[in-house]
Antibody
Framework: QVQLQESGPGLVKPSQTLSLTCTVSGTSITSGGYYWTWIRQHPGKGLEWIGCISYSGTTYYNASLKSRVTISEDMSQNHFSLKLSSVTAADTAVYYC????????????WGQGTLVTVSS | DIQMTQSPSSLPASVGDRVTITCRASQSISTYLNWYQQKPGKAPKLLIYAASSLRSGVPSRFSGSGSGTDFTLTISGLQPEDFATYFCQQIYRMPRTFGQGTKLEIK
């Protein structure tokens, strides 16, 4: 079955760049009809959509983070990545990768999430 | 951005109860509305998509309704495993946005 797994440092210093990777198994990220997505959840809070990359490589970002976010894909490794620059304590959150099914239906598959703490 | 507002934020209930959670969108989203369940320390799980379609494998005690700006999630006959936080989410437009969540608690 399709599985997603986040990986990356759990601790990032302020002003540095947060880098996470989501490894996809059970399907190809170039399969048509999906958006590969990053979502975060601040401790004890709601869910914030960060952005996504389509099967064709088109990216969409939340305007609130757009100047600091880059989402990319590596077809050879079947993974997609998140980079968030100039982080502050406000970026401390659990980061999830997810698959948006049907490019407009729902987030049907989620990774388990990874906690990233921004602290010196 | 489309704002999603859920009510209530917290809902005390007992096993066997029928409960309803409401979600309102700041503009019409047709039926581009999904519901997720999240348990502590876990990723959210999709329950309902397109406002009223039950995801395969989700118990039939969960149901969704609504269109336009007003939506509801109903759980008929609460089970112990249903005590969790529920989020609505619009997928009509970018950026995707979520409601703030409703925590279903044991009374």
């Amino acid at each position: 079955q399709v599985q997603l797994q986040e990986s990356g440092p759990g601790l990032v210093k302020p002003s540095q760049t947060l880098s996470l990777t989501c490894t996809v198994s059970g399907t190809s990220i170039t399969s048509g009809g999906y958006y590969w997505t990053w979502i975060r959840q601040h401790p004890g809070k709601g869910l914030e959509w960060i952005g996504c990359i389509s099967y064709s490589g088109t990216t969409y970002y939340n305007a609130s983070l757009k100047s600091r976010v880059t989402i990319s894909e590596d077809m050879s490794q079947n993974h997609f990545s998140l980079k968030l620059s100039s982080v502050t304590a406000a970026d401390t959150a659990v980061y999830y990768c997810a698959r948006e099914y049907g490019a407009g239906v729902a987030f049907d598959i989620w990774g388990q999430g990874t906690l990233v703490t921004v602290s010196s | 951005d489309i704002q999603m507002t859920q009510s209530p934020s917290s809902l005390p209930a007992s096993v066997g109860d029928r409960v309803t959670i409401t979600c309102r969108a700041s503009q019409s989203i047709s039926t581009y509305l999904n519901w997720y369940q999240q348990k502590p320390g876990k990723a959210p799980k999709l329950l309902i998509y397109a406002a009223s379609s039950l995801r395969s494998g989700v118990p039939s005690r969960f149901s969704g309704s609504g269109s336009g700006t007003d939506f509801t999630l109903t759980i008929s006959g609460l089970q112990p495993e249903d005590f969790a936080t529920y989020f609505c989410q619009q997928i009509y437009r970018m950026p995707r946005t979520f409601g703030q969540g409703t925590k279903l608690e044991i009374k």
